[in-house]
């Protein structure tokens, strides 16, 4: 059996607020989910529309994503986690 890696809520909520690079995108984390854990990044530069219950187009929100920071098995760290790049610190 692989070591788990022990990283703490706490650890990852001193993220919060950092300017990451995901995927080409400029983004800031925003939240931390307990459930993974996996932190949430907002977009910082673009808008989308967010759409209601029927489909229809409402208000321009922030995109958002959820990138996990341990892989299933608890042993590493996921390699989306890995690929951002810190921006500040």
Not at 27 to 56: H, K, W, Y
Not at 80 to 87: E, G, H, Q, S
């Amino acid at each position: 059996m692989p070591p788990y890696i022990n990283i703490t809520i706490e650890q990852l909520r001193g993220m919060i607020g950092l300017h990451v690079r995901h995927e080409g995108m400029i983004c800031r984390v925003i939240e931390v989910l307990e459930d993974g854990p996996s932190i949430v990044l907002m977009d910082a530069r673009r808008d989308m529309i967010q759409t209601n219950q029927f489909g229809n187009p409402g208000r321009r929100v922030p995109e958002t994503y959820t990138v996990p920071v341990l892989t299933a098995e608890r042993s590493a760290l996921h390699p989306r986690f890995l690929a951002l790049d810190l921006i500040d610190g």
